[in-house]
């Protein structure tokens, strides 16, 4: 299985930003999809996650901007994002948990999509 971000780009501080994370085939189980985040200099930080059940969990920094979603028919995860701030600014990564068959654990990344937010 393979992971497409895309919907990275330059914004402006207080603009908003939609990314979208495809799978390039349907997935027998998802356990969870998530977004994560690396700023240059920095460690890798999950941002939101959605499982199974659609429970959501957010990075407090970015609650109440950014919500995390999916439309399982497209086997597509978003991430919308506003009121962005520079300190947003990031390479974005989707990943994904779940099963490929009954038998066989997945988990998958996706290469990262730049975001950049301007003062």
């Known amino acids: 299985v393979q992971l497409q971000a895309s919907g990275g780009g330059l914004v402006q501080a207080g603009g908003s930003l939609r990314l979208s994370c495809t799978a390039s085939?349907?997935?027998?189980?998802?356990?969870?999809m998530a977004w994560y985040r690396q700023a240059s200099g920095r460690q890798r930080e999950l941002v939101a996650v959605?499982?199974?059940?659609?429970?959501?969990n957010y990075l407090d920094s970015v609650k109440g901007r950014f919500t995390i979603s999916r439309d399982i028919s497209k086997n597509t995860l978003y991430l919308q994002m506003n009121s962005l701030k520079p300190e947003d600014t990031a390479a974005y990564y989707c990943?994904?948990?779940?099963?490929?068959?009954?038998?066989?654990?997945?988990?998958?990344w996706g290469q990262g999509t730049l975001v950049t937010v301007s003062s």
């Open positions: 085939e349907a997935i027998f189980m998802i356990d969870a």
């Open positions: 990943k994904l948990e779940g099963y490929s068959d009954p038998w066989n654990a997945l988990d998958a």
């Open positions: 959605i499982r199974r059940g659609g429970n959501t």
